[in-house]
């Protein structure tokens, strides 16, 4: 599982064997089973998480328990409720698992001393930041100009493999369609 | 105005006198009238700005011409195409002055020179964009989960000073309706 993770980080940052040994130092992997929660609405987020394998979920659910999904993650992504996890305050979201999912777990005060100890990593993040926020705003000039056809055909552009294995459901409650919607849009 | 930068900076990180000496050193400080672009679609990105005065909007201009307003940036905002920015490839949006605007420009290379040389600068810009990512997601959550009025309320909420100064067409553009149904909410 670590190997996943210093391919990942060295695709930005090249480390050497002893700086490796201190980030996956800081570390900690865990297995879910389909459908159990890693983060809980309304609970702690006690960690950033690394996908090495399987794919999750990110949800938004609003005062009539209508779900939204806000976000998937898959293998080599990050994922958490940054807002809570950074600012230590309670789940807005809940993370689940729509696979079996391994992860490598880190905690904000782990970040924080990963972070000082090792510049390198610090820019690291700063790279995953920086496009995460391009990203989302990709997404919001998506959302704003184009149709839901547009956009089924942008995701399948951009994350092929995704839209493979995310159940059609998932994939309507992403882009805010009724499932019956996507299924005349990708057919 | 490099006063206001410090000001800002030492919001997250704070700087002694010779560190700020060497952060300025790689900003130059420019005016521009209203109407003006900092960025024009189709050409270079040679600047982020940290807006020291006045008013900027973010726009992205569709096939057919038709005007979205991505994003607004006022004072101890920074804004910039930053996917363009940072890869070094033509902007796709353009970046124009809602009112007369003082801004400090930042280059790709002296940011990166400057990274390298001030930790605490590469730590204070992955606070901004880590925040950055964070905004644009309760955006995109708020644009799937709310109505027009709740999404006018919240901007008001955050952002009082933002909704008196932007003019009400430019509102609309950017929450996607009518300036005549945009009229109707805020009355």
């Known amino acids: ?14 480390l050497t064997d002893e700086e490796f040994a201190l980030v996956s130092s800081y570390f900690t992997a865990k ?15 006690h960690y ?5 394998k399987g794919l999750l979920k990110l949800v938004y659910t609003d005062e009539s328990l209508k779900e939204y999904i806000v976000g998937f993650a ?3 992504w990050w994922e958490s409720d940054f807002q809570a996890f950074y600012t230590k305050t ?13 992860v490598l777990c880190l905690q904000l005060d ?12 610090e820019h690291f993040f700063l790279e995953k930041a920086y496009f995460g926020f391009i990203a989302a705003q990709q997404r919001i000039i998506s959302t704003m100009t184009s149709s839901i056809k547009e956009r089924y055909n942008q995701l399948l552009e951009k994350h092929p493999s995704l839209i ?20 005349r849009l990708s057919s």
């Not at 309670?90 to 391994?102: F, G, H, I, P, Q």
């Not at 782990?110 to 990593?121: R, S």
């Open 74 to 76: 898959m293998e080599d």
């Open 31 to 45: 297995k879910y089973k389909k459908h159990q929660f890693l983060i809980q609405e309304g609970e702690d987020v």
């Open 90 to 102: 309670k789940a807005t979201m809940s993370l689940e698992c729509v696979e079996d999912t391994e």
């Open 1 to 14: 599982m670590l190997n996943t993770l210093r391919t990942h980080i060295e695709k930005l940052v090249p």
């Open 110 to 121: 782990d970040y924080k001393k990963l972070c000082a100890a090792l510049p390198k990593i």
């Open 164 to 183: 493979q294995r995310v159940p059609k459901s998932l994939l309507a409650a992403y882009l805010g369609v009724s499932r019956e919607t996507l299924s």
């Open 48 to 52: 950033n998480y690394f996908v090495v």
